[in-house]
């Protein structure tokens, strides 16, 4: 028999002294078929009682927002931009759409530096800086910054130089023909 244990997140926090330090690590393809494997671990993560969240940052359609994400089981959270549609390489972007981007970017750092997180996933961050949505530099400034215990996955398919720099794993897909 199995049982679940019900806490709250933060009651599972890292002590101070948990020596492990967070690491960042990058999936990057030029196809687009290989978040099941992010959300594998963050499933994972999220199972053993740590907190995840997952922040699609081009990704709209749903209506979530800053104000109502998705909560799957009791340590994930789901975030996506308040947009009626997602976005891409090449759309015109409207106000409301930079706004909303930067609102959901707003809100996660927020939350990540409250420190009840263990993992951090950014899907597509290389094409939200590609778009202009988000600049390199504080992307950059925010991972330096984050809290030394967090795991931070970086998805998109063209990550800035800068960003692989300072990757501890870089996975690379790729489908041969």
């Given at each position: 028999m199995v049982a679940?244990?019900?806490?709250?997140?933060?009651d599972v926090s890292t002590p101070s002294s948990y020596g492990i330090e967070g690491v960042v690590q990058v999936f990057t393809c030029s196809q687009r078929h290989f978040f099941t494997?992010?959300?594998a671990q963050a499933l994972r993560v999220a199972g053993q009682g740590s907190g995840v969240i997952i922040c699609q940052l081009l990704k709209g359609g749903i209506q979530t927002g800053v104000e109502?994400?998705?909560q799957l089981g009791q340590h994930l959270?789901?975030?996506r931009p308040a947009l009626g549609r997602s976005l891409g390489v090449g759309d015109d972007l409207a106000a409301e759409d930079i706004t909303a981007v930067r609102s959901l970017w707003q809100h996660v750092q927020t939350l990540v530096q409250e420190g009840s997180y263990r993992l951090l996933v950014l899907d597509e961050?290389?094409?939200a800086i590609q778009m202009g949505l988000l600049q390199e530099a504080e992307v950059l400034d925010f991972l330096q910054r984050r809290p030394r215990t967090l795991d931070v996955i970086l998805t998109g398919?063209?990550?800035p130089e800068s960003v692989l720099a300072i990757a501890d794993q870089i996975t690379q897909l790729r489908r041969l023909v």
């Amino acid at each position: 028999m199995v049982a679940q244990l019900s806490v709250p997140v933060s009651d599972v926090s890292t002590p101070s002294s948990y020596g492990i330090e967070g690491v960042v690590q990058v999936f990057t393809c030029s196809q687009r078929h290989f978040f099941t494997t992010v959300m594998a671990q963050a499933l994972r993560v999220a199972g053993q009682g740590s907190g995840v969240i997952i922040c699609q940052l081009l990704k709209g359609g749903i209506q979530t927002g800053v104000e109502h994400p998705v909560q799957l089981g009791q340590h994930l959270t789901w975030f996506r931009p308040a947009l009626g549609r997602s976005l891409g390489v090449g759309d015109d972007l409207a106000a409301e759409d930079i706004t909303a981007v930067r609102s959901l970017w707003q809100h996660v750092q927020t939350l990540v530096q409250e420190g009840s997180y263990r993992l951090l996933v950014l899907d597509e961050l290389s094409l939200a800086i590609q778009m202009g949505l988000l600049q390199e530099a504080e992307v950059l400034d925010f991972l330096q910054r984050r809290p030394r215990t967090l795991d931070v996955i970086l998805t998109g398919s063209a990550m800035p130089e800068s960003v692989l720099a300072i990757a501890d794993q870089i996975t690379q897909l790729r489908r041969l023909v």
